[in-house]
C-alpha cells in the first residue's frame, strides 16, 4: 500500500477540496470524522521522471 502511495504522490499534486470541513473525531487516535476530501492535479511527466 505504501508502494502505492508513493506512486500517486509523485505523479499528482494533492491540495484540499475548497469548502470541505476537517473535523476531528476524539478517540484513543484521532482522524477526521469524515475523511480527507482532495482534489488531484497531474504533475506533468517532467516531474514524474
Known amino acids: ?7 500517486v504522490l509523485l505523479r499528482y499534486r494533492l ?3 475548497p469548502g470541505h470541513r ?3 473525531k476524539m ?3 484521532l ?3 469524515h475523511g480527507l476530501r482532495v482534489m488531484l ?3 506533468g511527466l517532467a516531474a514524474a521522471e
Open 27 to 29: 478517540s484513543l487516535t
Open 31 to 33: 482522524f477526521m470524522k
Open 1 to 7: 500500500m505504501k508502494s502505492v502511495a508513493s506512486a
Open 41 to 43: 492535479e497531474p504533475r
Open 22 to 24: 476537517v473535523v476531528q
Open 15 to 17: 491540495s484540499p477540496e
